[in-house]
């Protein structure tokens, strides 16, 4: 996370992705589905993260029913995960994440990752200017694999 105070960045280039992946450990994961889902992205990339050796904590958006996902506790909210969060892996429509934002400024977790083919450029500055980190349309699995896995 960057200091109090700080603003946060976009970051796109190889360096600057390797150095927030290298600071990650726990990765809340917004609109994550279920088990059941399984080929989606929304749950083999979790699935992935998981077996990369990444803390994953379940923020599903729909399944109101289901008490854990990937055998750990889901959480209705960011806010409600007790805790320090590094990352919010976001599978969340660019549309819809306006109604993340209040969440995740409470949260303040030191970065956010916008799935592939998800942007918000509003949503992005409002995060930076809260001093959180931004990287927009990008998959996390790809950029993991590609930069520290290989």
Request: glycine fraction near 6%.
């Amino acid at each position: 996370m960057n200091a109090p105070g700080a603003r946060g960045q976009l970051l796109s280039s190889d360096d600057a992705l390797r150095a927030l992946l290298a600071r990650v450990r726990r990765i809340a994961v917004l609109g994550i589905k279920t088990e059941t889902q399984r080929g989606q992205p929304a749950i083999e990339v979790p699935r992935y993260l998981e077996r990369a050796g990444f803390d994953v904590v379940p923020v599903p958006v729909y399944y109101p029913e289901v008490e854990t996902i990937l055998r750990r506790p889901v959480f209705r909210r960011l806010a409600d995960i007790p805790g320090d969060i590094d990352l919010v892996n976001v599978f969340r429509k660019s549309k819809d994440l306006a109604g993340h934002l209040d969440d995740l400024l409470a949260k303040r977790p030191g970065a956010v990752w916008l799935q592939s083919g998800i942007r918000d450029d509003a949503f992005a500055e409002a995060l930076m200017a809260a001093g959180i980190d931004v990287v927009q349309d990008r998959c996390l699995m790809v950029d993991h694999r590609r930069l520290l896995a290989a």
